[in-house]
């Protein structure tokens, strides 16, 4: 489990690597308090994005507070948005978002005919550094597909369970806390 969580978070760090990198070269940027990808009602991700988020909460002893707090939630925007977080930015573990969070915005898809095409929000959109960016800056751009391929090489069934966020986030909580109990030995593999 813990070297699946390892691989996890080094496929999550190469896609902020990679966006901050795109966001640099392209000028684009979210506008300032914009947090409204946050408040989408139909977010979703799969709990293998969500594995370094639910072992910090195990290390942390937080687990257990946390999955409670997801099983009586009857909001379905991100338990971990927050217009008051210490990053500025909505989420109050930034260090441990997913995979979706990392990319949205700043990645691009294929469409049918194999061009890419941004995935982002209207607000960004309407920027003028969006408006005139080049073919060849597009190209730089993160492919989605790319790094889901990635964590489907580490587990191609957890990466293949699409839930809404909260779901993903408590199915990864479970997945945790159910290794971690029945195993003597919290560092095996």
Not at 42 to 63: G, M, N, R, V
Not at 107 to 113: A, G, H, I, L, P
Not at 172 to 185: C, G, K, Q, R, S
Request: charge should be neutral; hydrophobic fraction near 35%; aromatic fraction near 12%.
């Amino acid at each position: 489990m813990i070297k699946k969580i390892k691989q996890v978070q080094k496929v999550l760090e190469e896609a902020a690597l990679h966006t901050q990198q795109f966001q640099k070269t392209s000028q684009i940027s979210c506008l300032s308090g914009c947090f409204k990808c946050c408040l989408k009602k139909d977010i979703y991700a799969s709990p293998l994005e969500f594995l370094p988020f639910a072992y910090h909460l195990y290390e942390t002893k937080q687990a257990d507070a946390f999955y409670d707090q997801l099983e009586s939630r009857t909001e379905t925007i991100c338990a971990l948005f927050s217009p008051l977080s210490s990053d500025g930015w909505g989420c109050i573990e930034y260090e441990y978002r997913g995979l979706i969070c990392r990319l949205f915005g700043y990645s691009t898809t294929s469409d049918k005919m194999a061009q890419r095409r941004m995935v982002s929000c209207k607000p960004l959109k309407e920027t003028r550094e969006y408006q005139t960016m080049q073919p060849d800056t597009l190209q730089q751009a993160p492919l989605f597909q790319d790094y889901y391929m990635q964590l489907a090489s580490i587990d191609w069934q957890l990466a293949n369970e699409s839930l809404p966020i909260n779901q993903a986030i408590k199915r990864a909580i479970e997945m945790v806390l159910t290794y971690f109990t029945y195993t003597d030995n919290k560092w095996s593999a």
